[in-house]
């Protein structure tokens, strides 16, 4: 199941029209006939395909001047209707296009809106969840997927679109880490990784990954040769970090550029066991917003 949007060129536009405007943007693989868009900071992906309509068929499906079509799949968490909808804006402004949207009551070519998109999306998305995870005779049912609140999943979204360039302003000797997610057992999990107690401003999450290699436990014969991985709860973090700040961004942070316990800090990572096996991450894909799942009436 996808959702579908069509670019449109306007006939009275002199810009030219090609993928090779994709090229110069972050995060597309572009080819003859595509630009594939995928964020390793945020997870979130979709495509723009190459088009055309047949200027003298009347019956063809699509408007004349049609260039692009976005394919953006449903049964998706809902940020990645937020992410889409931000390229959409950037390409039809840049590429002087408007839109058909199929899904609309009353396709027609117009600007792009993106409140109207994301209210089209939304509705599409809860459709295709409901349709998905509704019992059907003689069909195997669809594993219940992980979930978390919508607001949550959008403050981690926001985080890490807004990381990157959080980081080229602080410099080099600071770090912004990155929010994954951990398959918790029954739950969803939060986490980061810590590397070595590098100054950090370090998003509030349920667990902290800390890889060690300056840090790793000494041995009976001096330290492993090898760096390892050890982790953190929230809970025995939090009595070793200030006050937070809770301005300013998406989610309270705390910010260890310089702290004032850095050998506490320091020792309480290096005393932590090492995990005997990495914990099992989770895709954005893997986890949907609770309010998205259809109710018992629904199923």
């Given at each position: 199941m996808s959702y579908d949007l069509l670019?449109?060129?306007?006939?009275?536009?002199?810009?030219?029209?090609?993928?090779?405007?994709?090229?110069?943007?972050?995060?597309?693989?572009?080819?003859?006939?595509?630009?594939?868009?995928?964020?390793?900071?945020?997870?979130?992906?979709?495509?723009?395909?190459?088009?055309?309509?047949?200027?003298?068929?009347?019956?063809?499906?699509?408007?004349?001047?049609?260039?692009?079509?976005?394919?953006?799949?449903?049964?998706?968490?809902?940020?990645?209707?937020?992410?889409?909808?931000?390229?959409?804006?950037?390409?039809?402004?840049?590429?002087?296009?408007?839109?058909?949207?199929?899904?609309?009551?009353?396709?027609?070519?117009?600007?792009?809106?993106?409140?109207?998109?994301?209210?089209?999306?939304?509705?599409?998305?809860?459709?295709?969840?409901?349709?998905?995870?509704?019992?059907?005779e003689g069909q195997d049912p669809v594993?219940?997927?992980?979930?978390?609140?919508?607001?949550?999943?959008?403050?981690?979204?926001?985080?890490?679109?807004?990381?990157?360039?959080?980081?080229?302003?602080?410099?080099?000797?600071?770090?912004?880490?990155?929010?994954?997610?951990?398959?918790?057992?029954?739950?969803?999990?939060?986490?980061?990784?810590?590397?070595?107690?590098?100054?950090?401003?370090?998003?509030?999450?349920?667990r902290v990954l800390l890889y060690r290699?300056?840090?790793?436990?000494?041995?009976?014969?001096?330290?492993?040769?090898?760096?390892?991985?050890?982790?953190?709860?929230?809970?025995?973090?939090?009595?070793?970090?200030?006050?937070?700040?809770?301005?300013?961004?998406?989610?309270?942070?705390?910010?260890?550029?310089?702290?004032?316990?850095?050998?506490?800090?320091?020792?309480?990572?290096?005393?932590?066991?090492?995990?005997?096996?990495?914990?099992?991450?989770?895709?954005?894909?893997?986890?949907?917003?609770?309010?998205?799942?259809?109710?018992?009436?629904?199923?």
């Amino acid at each position: 199941m996808s959702y579908d949007l069509l670019l449109v060129g306007r006939a009275d536009s002199a810009v030219a029209r090609s993928l090779d405007y994709f090229r110069s943007r972050p995060h597309y693989t572009v080819t003859d006939a595509q630009a594939v868009y995928e964020n390793p900071d945020t997870n979130v992906y979709f495509s723009f395909d190459a088009t055309g309509s047949e200027a003298d068929d009347p019956e063809a499906d699509q408007p004349r001047g049609t260039w692009l079509a976005l394919n953006l799949n449903l049964y998706r968490p809902s940020v990645f209707g937020l992410e889409a909808a931000r390229e959409v804006l950037a390409v039809t402004v840049a590429t002087d296009s408007d839109v058909f949207d199929p899904q609309a009551d009353d396709p027609a070519v117009r600007s792009f809106d993106t409140e109207e998109f994301l209210g089209r999306w939304n509705h599409a998305n809860r459709r295709g969840h409901v349709a998905l995870l509704s019992e059907r005779e003689g069909q195997d049912p669809v594993p219940w997927p992980r979930s978390l609140p919508a607001s949550t999943l959008r403050a981690v979204w926001e985080w890490n679109c807004a990381r990157q360039a959080w980081n080229d302003a602080l410099g080099d000797q600071v770090f912004v880490p990155c929010i994954c997610f951990l398959d918790g057992g029954t739950d969803v999990e939060t986490a980061v990784v810590w590397t070595d107690a590098i100054p950090v401003v370090l998003p509030r999450v349920d667990r902290v990954l800390l890889y060690r290699d300056e840090l790793r436990p000494k041995r009976w014969f001096g330290r492993s040769k090898a760096p390892d991985l050890s982790e953190v709860t929230w809970a025995e973090l939090a009595p070793f970090l200030p006050s937070p700040v809770e301005s300013g961004r998406p989610l309270p942070y705390y910010d260890l550029r310089a702290p004032s316990n850095a050998v506490a800090l320091q020792r309480l990572i290096a005393g932590q066991p090492p995990l005997e096996r990495p914990p099992k991450g989770l895709a954005l894909d893997q986890v949907h917003d609770a309010e998205l799942l259809p109710t018992g009436s629904e199923r």
